[in-house]
């Protein structure tokens, strides 16, 4: 199974502008992503997707490799899936790597593949771990549903479930991963956007609300995603406990 990983760095975030080249120690978020990720072992292939010139020469100038695409596709998936048409080789599976989650584990990542690897029935797959209490209001900790079988109920920015009477239920976080086989995403771009989806502002949902199958492995613990200020905070305190150096 050939595997390629996309990595979406937008520098015009909502939340945090310009976050892909923000410093953690001595290296930059995307940098950080991409050692992980080619560390990892678990790819082919690794490219940054980005629609900013200041990030296309960021990357090349640590060594990576990088493609420009439209700064009109609406998220990520479309991001990947617009590097993935500009990529030369083949696929079978081509994973959407965050941009902002700069301590991305192998573990995690070996997680995503796995069913692909191991001959599961999926569409799409992605990670959750147990959800941390102090994220339970978080909006921007997504949270996840699963069946029996690890497939994906639904997706939120709200707890879920309600769970009015108290039940014993393990609360889930979404790590914003995801690995497509490469059929499914040439067609995700085609997909009209859907309620959910606008709603929750969540693009899984689009894949969802059109009859895809999303399947979820478990990841042992999360890993701090960068999406606020806060977030930058809390990764900087991270690399100055761990890594000993300043931001």
Sequence with gaps: MRALAVIP???????????PLLKLGDRTVVQRVWDATIASGEFDDVVVATDDERIFDAVQGFGGSAVMTSSSLANGSERVAAAADLMQGEYDVVANVQGDQPFVSQAALGAL??????????????????????????????????????????????????????????????????????????????????????AENLEQLRALEHGFVILARAAVSSSIEINTPEDYERAQAWVREHEGVQS
């Design 9 to 19: 760095a937008r520098y015009l975030s909502t939340r945090l502008e310009g976050k």
């Design 113 to 198: 593949l796995a069913p692909f690897r191991e001959g599961e029935t999926a569409d799409m797959t992605t990670v959750a771990m147990p959800l941390q209490p102090e994220f339970a209001d978080d909006p921007n900790t997504v949270k996840i549903v699963t069946d029996a079988h690890g497939r994906a109920l639904y997706f939120s920015r709200s707890l879920i479930p309600a769970n009015p009477r108290g039940v014993a239920h393990p609360y889930l976080q979404h790590l914003g991963l995801y690995a497509f086989r490469r059929d499914v995403l040439r067609q995700f771009p085609t997909l009209s956007p859907t309620p959910l989806e606008r």
